[in-house]
């Protein structure tokens, strides 16, 4: 599939410019970390649906979105493990799903972490959370949205998103932060509610049953 359209210069000239999808999606594509377990890999369909992804370098969270990793490996000399890089690839027809000027003091971490694991009958979608505490009980993804809406009780709404560089670090778990609304007052109730509608919209779909 190719694109097609014109722009216009400072000067007044008509360009116009022709791309390919694949040169969008190339264009496109940020790294959002690196996985080396394939059980990480396997989660990454999951992953997309649960969550948001907040880019710090970019200032800016996409919720509509493609998880794919890269074909090459990443070796690394410490442990002699390969790594791939996890890319994240924005859906070419929703970019209005992205959302900008979001500064990272608006990003908070939950203490939340999410292991992904081997399917079972315990954990069906193998993804389990965990809520560090004294046991260190691990959570079905049912169970461990839950204890992020849970959070809602000093902070309302929680909206969890995972974060480029932070969340996927080439270990077993992927950290799960918040987005603070209060941290964005500077951009419009219009576009803040969008914003929580879109990550709410998400978590619903955990009590579905395609998903729960």
Request: charged share 20%.
């Amino acid at each position: 599939m190719a694109f097609a359209g014109t722009f216009y210069k400072p000067e007044g000239k008509v360009m116009s410019f022709y791309t390919t999808n694949e040169t969008f999606q190339s264009a496109m594509s940020l790294v959002l970390g690196h996985v080396s377990d394939q059980n990480q890999i396997n989660a990454l369909p999951l992953l997309k649906l649960l969550f948001c992804v907040y880019l710090p370098d970019a200032a800016k969270l996409i919720t509509n979105y493609q998880l794919k990793c890269s074909d090459e490996s990443i070796l690394e000399s410490s442990n002699l493990s390969s790594q791939k890089k996890v890319i994240v690839q924005p859906d070419k027809s929703a970019l209005h799903h992205t959302f900008y000027n979001i500064p990272q003091e608006a990003i908070r971490y939950t203490g939340i972490e999410v292991h992904c694991c081997q399917k079972s009958e315990e954990f069906p979608h193998g993804l389990a959370f965990r809520q560090p505490t004294s046991t260190n009980a691990m959570l079905s993804v049912k169970e461990g949205i839950s204890e992020l809406l849970r959070l809602a009780l000093h902070t309302k709404p929680v909206l969890p998103v995972i974060v480029a560089g932070k969340s996927i670090t080439g270990g077993k778990a992927i950290r799960i932060y918040r987005l603070e609304l209060s941290a964005i007052q500077h951009l419009s109730k219009m576009v803040n509610s969008g914003i929580q509608q879109v990550i709410t919209d998400k978590l619903q779909r955990v009590f579905q049953k395609k998903v729960a």
